[in-house]
């Protein structure tokens, strides 16, 4: 994840006119892309491709399309690019979602064509394909350099204070005043140059079973529910009223540990030394009450078992889930079943604590050879609200895996679309809440999310994965839970440390 505490400050346009022609032969952009299928006649996928590094020559920045371009007109196809664009635009994902966002919302230029370079994010395999291929972009030819990429937050700093990436103000994209702050510091880096953009933010809220709170704490009102549940000892409270009518606060202990992480106000590393956060010791202490009490699952799912999911069904016990928008999306389907499921019986509130989880961030590569073109599409999906307001509807997108169109309504890092759908008396949420305006209530958590860049390192993947799933296991023995080997705290750190030391050998503790 990236971050300064000095925001960056975009260069006026004038200015751009004049360096140019300084910039011209230095700098090539690549943008990060997330994405699904969808039938473009624009766009192909390719599944995962590689670069061949064997063609030399420098590519050229064209001009900056945000001196004739008006922010509405972005993405409608009336970019006339210069000569010096390559005709072959290529963008590196993980998956396809934002290759649906593209195929349903964006108009290239007549003449020029995506391709779309898919990695899967098992194993680090995008990473490890992608520092490959930006490490050997200068030197590909024009149909093999990588353009733009997408990014994910738990390593947006990597990219973000890398040399492969672009100053994206040198081709004509800025800061917005309508975009949430925590996501332009996110992809800003250390000296506050804007290095990423996303079309999205991710609040994160706690995702309530009405019926089940109704039963618990009397109530499924959602403003009622918020002073029931706005601090942790209130949360706590609940968890033991929740077990006294057979329920489970949250099915897993792992499920609040996002919202410590992201209140954190020190930082896992101190001069590449790890060390225990006092956010971290806080969930943990949390997370081992829960499990002694009974207060969640005691088989201690992982985030995504079935175990956990199986809890959204009509039968499910669980009261409270954690996620952002997003979550409703990908991860919520067992709610949503015709048969088994409890559409409508969700309310969502904000909780103890604002904060994040997620987000996805368009970078752009050093030697790509379509700057204007890639500055197009960060403008089209940041400051065109037209195509913005259709993604908040997330209607027109198709299901890559199905090739069916599929809801995916998003909360997009545009505060004045957000503002229009938060005060709309005749919007709401259909998709999962019983039309309750989510926006609304997700706009509120935005506004309350911080990120500063001390706090964050390149290495926060590991530190928000991987060590939260090595106490869970000293959590499981904790509860006891049958075939599961014992495992103390020292040994949960210890295999932990194991692991750190395997991917980041540079890392003390």
Same mark, same amino acid.
């Given at each position: 994840?990236l971050?300064?505490?000095s925001?960056?400050?975009g260069k006026k346009?004038? /200015?751009?006119?004049?360096?140019?022609a300084?910039?011209?032969?230095?700098?090539?952009?690549?943008?990060?892309?997330c994405?699904?299928?969808?039938?473009n006649?624009?766009?192909?996928?390719?599944g995962?491709n590689?670069?061949? !590094?064997?063609?030399?020559?420098?590519?050229?920045?064209?001009?900056?399309?945000?001196?004739?371009?008006?922010?509405?007109?972005?993405?409608t196809?009336?970019?006339?690019?210069?000569d010096?664009?390559?005709?072959?635009?290529r963008?590196?994902?993980?998956? $396809?979602?934002?290759?649906s966002?593209?195929?349903?919302?964006y108009?290239?230029?007549?003449?020029?064509?995506?391709?779309w370079?898919?990695t !899967?994010?098992d194993?680090?395999?995008?990473?490890?394909?992608?520092?490959e291929?930006?490490a050997?972009?200068?030197?590909?030819?024009?149909?093999?350099k990588?353009?733009?990429?997408l990014?994910e937050a738990?390593?947006?700093?990597?990219?973000?204070?890398?040399?492969?990436?672009?100053?994206l103000s040198t081709?004509?994209?800025?800061?917005?005043?309508?975009?949430?702050? $925590?996501?332009?510091?996110a992809?800003?880096?250390?000296?506050g140059?804007?290095?990423?953009?996303?079309?999205?933010?991710?609040?994160?809220?706690?995702?309530?079973?009405?019926?089940i709170?109704?039963?618990?704490?009397?109530?499924?009102?959602?403003?009622?529910l918020?002073?029931?549940?706005d601090?942790w000892?209130?949360?706590?409270?609940a968890a033991?009223?929740?077990?006294?009518?057979?329920y489970?606060?949250?099915?897993?202990?792992?499920?609040? $540990?996002r919202?410590?992480?992201?209140?954190?106000?020190t930082?896992?590393?101190?001069?590449?030394?790890?060390?225990?956060t006092?956010a971290f010791?806080t969930?943990?202490k949390?997370?081992?009450d829960?499990t002694?009490n009974?207060y969640?699952?005691?088989?201690?799912?992982?985030l995504?078992d079935?175990?956990k999911?199986d @809890?959204m069904?009509k039968?499910g016990?669980?009261?409270?889930?954690f996620? !952002?928008?997003?979550?409703?999306?990908f991860?919520?389907?067992?709610?949503?079943?015709?048969?088994?499921?409890?559409?409508?019986?969700?309310?969502?509130?904000?909780? !103890?604590?604002?904060?994040?989880?997620g987000?996805?961030w368009?970078?752009?590569?050093?030697g790509?050879?379509n700057p204007? %073109?890639?500055a197009?599409?960060?403008?089209?999906?940041?400051?065109?609200?037209?195509i913005l307001?259709?993604l908040?509807?997330?209607?027109?997108?198709?299901?890559?895996?199905?090739?069916?169109?599929?809801?995916n309504p998003?909360?997009?890092?545009?505060?004045?679309?957000?503002?229009?759908?938060a005060?709309?008396?005749?919007?709401?949420?259909?998709?999962?809440?019983?039309?309750q305006?989510?926006?609304?209530v997700?706009? /509120? %958590?935005?506004?309350?999310?911080?990120?500063?860049?001390?706090? @964050?390192?390149?290495?926060d993947?590991?530190?928000?994965?991987t060590l939260p799933?090595?106490m869970?296991?000293?959590l499981?023995s904790?509860?006891?839970v049958?075939?599961?080997?014992?495992?103390?705290?020292d040994?949960?750190?210890s295999?932990?440390?194991d692991?750190?030391e395997?991917?980041?050998?540079?890392?003390? @503790?």
């Amino acid at each position: 994840m990236l971050r300064n505490k000095s925001i960056l400050k975009g260069k006026k346009l004038m /200015k751009k006119k004049i360096l140019a022609a300084v910039l011209a032969s230095a700098l090539l952009l690549s943008v990060a892309g997330c994405d699904q299928n969808t039938g473009n006649t624009n766009n192909t996928g390719t599944g995962t491709n590689t670069n061949a !590094p064997t063609t030399s020559g420098n590519s050229t920045q064209g001009s900056d399309p945000a001196q004739s371009t008006p922010a509405g007109n972005y993405g409608t196809g009336e970019l006339k690019p210069s000569d010096s664009e390559g005709k072959k635009i290529r963008i590196a994902c993980w998956n $396809y979602e934002f290759k649906s966002f593209v195929d349903a919302f964006y108009k290239l230029p007549d003449g020029y064509e995506i391709e779309w370079v898919q990695t !899967p994010n098992d194993e680090g395999a995008y990473q490890k394909k992608l520092d490959e291929q930006l490490a050997a972009n200068e030197s590909a030819s024009a149909d093999e350099k990588i353009d733009m990429f997408l990014a994910e937050a738990d390593y947006i700093q990597k990219y973000s204070f890398s040399d492969n990436t672009i100053d994206l103000s040198t081709i004509g994209v800025d800061k917005a005043d309508t975009m949430y702050d $925590y996501v332009v510091n996110a992809g800003s880096d250390q000296s506050g140059k804007l290095k990423g953009v996303s079309w999205q933010a991710t609040p994160s809220c706690v995702i309530i079973r009405k019926s089940i709170a109704k039963d618990v704490l009397g109530t499924d009102n959602p403003d009622e529910l918020q002073s029931k549940l706005d601090t942790w000892e209130k949360f706590a409270d609940a968890a033991k009223a929740a077990k006294e009518k057979g329920y489970y606060i949250t099915p897993s202990a792992l499920e609040t $540990y996002r919202t410590f992480a992201n209140n954190a106000t020190t930082s896992y590393l101190t001069d590449d030394k790890f060390a225990p956060t006092e956010a971290f010791n806080t969930w943990l202490k949390q997370a081992e009450d829960f499990t002694k009490n009974g207060y969640v699952l005691n088989t201690l799912p992982e985030l995504w078992d079935d175990g956990k999911t199986d @809890h959204m069904y009509k039968d499910g016990k669980a009261m409270c889930f954690f996620g !952002p928008s997003w979550y409703f999306n990908f991860s919520m389907g067992k709610a949503m079943d015709a048969d088994k499921g409890s559409k409508g019986d969700w309310v969502i509130i904000q909780g !103890p604590q604002a904060h994040f989880w997620g987000g996805t961030w368009m970078m752009a590569a050093k030697g790509t050879d379509n700057p204007e %073109i890639v500055a197009d599409i960060m403008n089209a999906f940041t400051k065109n609200e037209d195509i913005l307001e259709k993604l908040v509807k997330g209607k027109g997108i198709i299901d890559p895996d199905t090739q069916k169109e599929k809801d995916n309504p998003q909360f997009v890092n545009n505060k004045n679309v957000i503002k229009k759908f938060a005060e709309d008396s005749s919007y709401g949420n259909n998709t999962i809440l019983d039309g309750q305006n989510d926006i609304a209530v997700m706009s /509120k %958590i935005a506004d309350g999310i911080k990120w500063d860049g001390a706090l @964050h390192t390149r290495y926060d993947q590991t530190f928000n994965e991987t060590l939260p799933q090595c106490m869970n296991e000293y959590l499981k023995s904790l509860a006891g839970v049958e075939g599961v080997p014992g495992v103390t705290l020292d040994k949960a750190w210890s295999n932990f440390y194991d692991k750190l030391e395997a991917v980041n050998p540079d890392i003390t @503790h």
